[in-house]
């Protein structure tokens, strides 16, 4: 991977995160209808299950939201337009860390719960991106913990 200046394309690549937010909940909501006269085609007069049918949507399409605007170029806001440029490790740490055990009888009932320390290697990454639209670039931070590695 090289360090290089990304270039400016020419053309707009990527959506605006406003186009994919309303082309999500436009198809959510029509999906959520066709899928209410399928399941309940005696009850399509009943208020209740469509309300909750709505609000089942509406909570996805705000995961959705929440799940694309986190890809999206700080500065244009597109998604799906961030490129990976390169990955650099930071640091690698051995340490410690408490996990929960449980042990469960035949029939899958936990019959013992209790703490554990586990050796963990965390190793801490910086992620480069460049924008393929308006050719910005930043980086993001991020830990990754292995609970199994040779010494």
Known sequence: ????????????SGFDVG???????????FIGILLYFYLFPSQVKDQTCMLLLVLGYAGFVFWI?????????????RVFARELVWT?????????????REEKNRNGDVVRRWNEQVRVLTISYEDRYACNNCGERWSVKRQREYDSFDE
């Open 19 to 29: 186009t994919i937010l309303f082309l999500e909940l436009i198809t959510g909501a």
């Open 88 to 100: 650099q490790e930071l640091d690698r740490r051995k340490g410690y860390k408490t996990v929960e």
């Open 65 to 77: 939201m929440a799940s694309t605007h986190e890809k999206a170029c700080p500065v244009c806001n």
């Open 1 to 12: 991977m090289s360090d290089q200046e990304p270039q400016k394309p020419e053309s707009n």
